[in-house]
């Protein structure tokens, strides 16, 4: 393992001295030009907006398989499960990234550890692992299933 390391570690400073008597060579300051690429870089993360899948989940979404369910998420915790255009379901909804979920253990701890939790006027819940979200598609597996959902955003 060391080894390997050592060999990513020189074949690193070769290449930094290659790019280093290049830029030298065509009268760049190296300095100048890596200080403005590493504030670019921070800058760029800095202002790049990262939704939070609280954020992604907004809005309709119409399931893959059968075209005519929509299931509608508003940003103030309810969602409404349509059937062509009529409400069938409602419910509200929390996304969180604890354990257990509808009494099932789940992962948590990751970056992408996320689960939807639905409960409806009866207080049934029913509970969700997200596997995608983002502006345009949503994925779901119903805990404790095989079953998933893929959704397309509207």
């Given at each position: 393992?060391?080894?390997?390391?050592?060999?990513?570690?020189?074949?690193?400073?070769?290449?930094?001295?290659?790019?280093?008597?290049?830029?030298?060579?065509?009268?760049?300051?190296?300095?100048?030009?890596?200080s403005?690429?590493?504030?670019?870089?921070?800058?760029?993360?800095?202002?790049?907006?990262?939704?939070?899948?609280?954020?992604?989940?907004?809005?309709?979404?119409?399931?893959?398989?059968?075209?005519?369910?929509?299931?509608?998420?508003?940003?103030?915790?309810?969602?409404?499960?349509?059937?062509?255009?009529?409400?069938?379901?409602?419910?509200?909804?929390?996304?969180?990234?604890?354990?257990?979920?509808?009494?099932?253990?789940?992962?948590?701890?990751?970056?992408?550890?996320?689960?939807l939790?639905?409960?409806?006027?009866?207080?049934?819940?029913?509970?969700?692992?997200?596997?995608?979200?983002?502006?345009?598609?949503?994925?779901?597996?119903?805990?404790?299933?095989?079953?998933i959902?893929?959704?397309?955003?509207?």
């Amino acid at each position: 393992m060391d080894y390997l390391i050592e060999k990513v570690y020189s074949t690193l400073q070769k290449i930094q001295l290659t790019v280093y008597k290049k830029m030298k060579m065509k009268n760049y300051n190296f300095k100048v030009l890596f200080s403005t690429l590493f504030i670019l870089l921070i800058s760029l993360l800095f202002f790049s907006s990262f939704n939070s899948p609280e954020e992604d989940i907004v809005g309709s979404w119409i399931q893959e398989e059968e075209s005519n369910i929509r299931w509608v998420f508003t940003a103030n915790g309810n969602c409404y499960w349509y059937n062509n255009s009529t409400i069938v379901e409602s419910f509200t909804y929390e996304i969180s990234q604890t354990s257990p979920q509808c009494r099932y253990n789940v992962k948590t701890g990751g970056a992408e550890d996320y689960y939807l939790r639905l409960k409806d006027s009866e207080n049934s819940k029913f509970c969700y692992e997200i596997l995608t979200i983002n502006n345009e598609v949503l994925s779901l597996n119903y805990l404790g299933t095989s079953d998933i959902k893929v959704f397309n955003k509207e």
